[in-house]
Each structure stands twice: as structure tokens, then as C-alpha cells.
């Protein structure tokens, strides 16, 4: 289709595609049959059901959910224009959200299961605001979802830097628009690498020895049904915990696109988001105890827009960036991320003595720096966190001293930068050492920013 076509499609009302509604009919008997299961195990009785009981209520949801999903197909259109993107939604009560273009942070590619079966795929739409700034355009087939991703994405670019890249080629012989080029893939996570990883991880460690303690303590204490509760609770929690953990991460692979880095992981469903390379507020380098002896850490980072969305799980799958990377891949990722960022500087400053009575053992681990290119601090002995805020993206500093801090003479400094995993703060420092900090800091934030602007714009 030419360029001039598509755009006068796509600025006219626009249905997603008809199986939407066999895909909601499905959840929807979902539903109904966990309804059903759950009063059978809270002491509903199977027999109240009969021998249909459970088919009977698979049909009804099935029914009644594709009902319901065809009215909402039928009254759900949506529009790509020059300046937005717009869905309009509601049977009874009528909803029309908008994203400008020039507030839109990303587009990502999700995947559930029974959409997934039907080769269809829903739209994500991020813009800044919080939970409430996320759209979702559900379902479309995965390979319209990629032509709108990428058609969105050149519009976002457009309408932030103020070129203009053609939406597609006029010349036959022409080359694809970037985003539809080859994709350069940085770092595949093979399943067994991520299965290991979350055998070997803290989480799940902590879930054994609960268990653990829970068994000696009814064999001591002669009272195994009390510590039955404790033993099926830690469990339960390390099932889900390896369960989630390999099933979102499964098949996890990082590529590196126009203007920013592409996630794709999930065994079940399955998930394409991009981190947008100047949405990235900073960076995080963790290394758990056990993890440490291999070699193994993980990189996190912080994204504008995408803090507060979702579950807490969610909130940690949309942070992470390498669930799991030897340290040249780790290395190689947060300098893609803050180019020329270092996780080891040469000026460190270190929490001091005095403030040994903050944390006997850990300040011994604690260091702050400051270097051309970003902060960077360090913290932990059981989990080894380096944190990482490029000094364009470094909203303020303070110092900060508490009664006891000020006796021992010491105080805290803290870089403030929107919320996100990645927390940057030098503590119990010397006071005079922690206003020197806090003075170099905030002095780069002001001179760096063109710099810092041209840097990410040459890196994407």
C-alpha cells in the first residue's frame, strides 16, 4: 500500500480484527470454570454441579463472553492520525483516549496465551502519567501489530526531534525504513542459563530454608500439623517463584533497533517491548551473593513513564534488561544504555567510619563517585547493587543529616531522578567529602546536557 493510501486509512476509524471476540469469549469461560473449581475446593461439593456442571458453565461463559466481546469489538474502533493515536471504546458509556505523538514512550507487542493461539497480539501505548497512561489496542494479527509499532514509532520520533522519515519507501528500489530493517541482536538467554539462575537465586533460597525451618520445628516440636501451614506456604512460594520467573523469561532475547533496545521473552505469552534509549533515567547492575561466585549479575533500568504500571511483578519484568549476563555482556549493555558510563570509577568516595553504627558490616561496601558522564554508587555485601544516573537525566542533589549523623559528623547524599529500580545515594559519608559530591554533581548536571543529548543521539 503507498505511503499517501495507508495514511488516509489509517486517519479513518479502524476495527480490530472479528476473532477478538472469540478470544474474550474464551477468558470469560476461563473464568466461569475457575469460579466453578473454587467453591468445589471451598466446600461447594461436586455433586451440587452434576455431572455437567463444569462443561455447562464452560459453554455459558464461552457463550456469554463472546457475546460480550463481539458488542465490544463492534463499538471499539481506533485512528492513527498525523498529531495522535486514538481508541475510542464503550457500548453504553463512550471512551475516547488519546496519545500525542509527542507524548508517546513506547509501543510493545504482548502476546497472551489464548490470543497467541490465533496469531493475535495487542498494542501497548505508553506515554507519561503513570498507571493511568497506558492504551491498549487488542487484538490484531502479529504482523499488523508490527507494521503499527513501527509506523507509531517513526511518528513518536517525528514528533519529538522534528524530523521526518517517510513512512515508507516511494522508490521500489529504495531501502526499508529503519525500524523494518535487520534487527542487531545483542545477548540471547538460553533457558537453562534462566532456570538455573532462579534455582540458584536468593528468592528461592529464602523459600527453602522457611520450608526447611518450618519441617524441623513440627519434627522438634512434635506438632506437624501446625507447621504444615509453614511448609506448603514456603512451597508454594518457591513454585511460583520459579514458575513465573522461567515462564517470563523463557526465550529471552535483546536486540538493539533504531532508537532504542527490543525485549522479547515469555514461554506462554509473549512479550516484544522496546526501552527507548532517551527514556532511560538510569541504570542497575546487580549481583546476588550466590551469583557473584559465577560471574553472573543482572542489569535493571529505570524508564520515564513506566513507574507505578502494572503489579509488582510486572513493575520488575518491565525493569529488567538482562535477567542474567556475564560481566563483558553486562559491561557492553549499560554502555548502550549511558554511553561511556563506568560501573568502577577512580574517585570514590566511601561511607565513613563514624558511620560504621548505620551498618556494622555494610559500610565497608558503600561508595559514591562522580565522574564526566554519570554518578555512580554501590552498595551491598549479600546483594551487590552498582547504580548508575547519567548527569543529564539527574533531576537534583541533596545532603541530608540526620541528629545522630550530625554528632558523628557525617551526612547522606542522595541524586534525585524519577522512580525506578535504580537509586543513587552515597551514605554516612564524611560531611565535608558529601558536599563535595553534592557541589561536582549538580555542577555536571548543568553542563552536560547538549553534550549528554548528542552522546544518546549518536549511540542510537
Known sequence: MAPDSERATLAEAQRTHPLTSVVLGLGWSAAALVGIVSTVFQGGGLDAWGVFGLPAAAAGGLVLGSLIGWLSWRFTTFVIDDGEARVDSGILWKKSRRVPFERLQSVDIHEPLVARVFGLAELHLDSAGGSES???????????????????????????????????????????????????????????????????????????????????????????????????????????????????????????????????????????????????????????????????????VSV????????????????????????????????????????????????????????????????????????????????????????????????EQGPLQRRLGVASVAVHSPDGPVVVTGPHLDRAEAFTVAAEASRLSRSTPAQASMRSGSSS
Open 304 to 399: 520515564a513513564g513506566t513507574a507505578g504500571k502494572g503489579d509488582t511483578n510486572d513493575q520488575d519484568q518491565a525493569a529488567t534488561v538482562l535477567p542474567i549476563a556475564d560481566p563483558d555482556l553486562a559491561r557492553r549493555v549499560v554502555d548502550l544504555l549511558v554511553p561511556g558510563a563506568l560501573e568502577e570509577i577512580d574517585d570514590r568516595h566511601r561511607s565513613s567510619r563514624s558511620g560504621r553504627a548505620f551498618a556494622p558490616v555494610g559500610w565497608r561496601y558503600r561508595w559514591i563517585g562522580v565522574d564526566g558522564v554519570a554518578v555512580v554508587a554501590r552498595t551491598g555485601w549479600i546483594t551487590r547493587r552498582t547504580s548508575i544516573v547519567p548527569h543529564r537525566k539527574n533531576q537534583s542533589v541533596a545532603v
Open 134 to 300: 497506558r492504551t491498549t489496542v487488542r487484538y490484531l494479527t502479529l504482523a499488523r501489530s508490527n507494521e503499527l509499532r513501527a509506523l507509531l514509532l517513526r511518528r513518536a520520533h517525528t514528533a519529538t526531534t522534528g524530523e521526518a522519515p517517510p513512512d515508507g519507501p516511494t522508490d521500489p528500489a529504495a531501502p526499508p525504513p529503519l525500524e523494518a530493517q535487520a534487527i542487531e541482536v545483542v545477548a540471547e538467554v538460553p533457558p537453562s542459563r534462566v532456570v538455573l539462575g532462579t534455582l540458584l537465586s536468593l528468592d528461592l533460597a529464602g523459600a527453602v530454608v522457611v520450608a526447611v525451618g518450618a519441617l524441623i520445628a513440627s519434627i522438634w516440636f512434635a506438632a506437624p500439623v501446625a507447621a504444615l501451614g509453614g511448609v506448603v506456604g514456603a512451597g508454594f512460594w518457591a513454585f511460583q517463584i520459579v514458575g513465573r520467573r522461567v515462564l517470563d523469561q523463557w526465550g529471552y532475547r535483546l536486540s538493539r533497533v533504531e532508537h532504542g533496545l527490543r525485549i522479547e521473552r515469555g514461554l506462554l505469552s509473549r512479550t516484544s517491548e522496546t526501552v527507548p534509549f532517551d527514556r532511560v533515567q538510569g541504570v542497575a547492575v546487580v549481583e546476588p551473593i550466590i551469583w557473584r561466585q559465577l560471574g553472573w549479575r543482572r542489569v535493571l
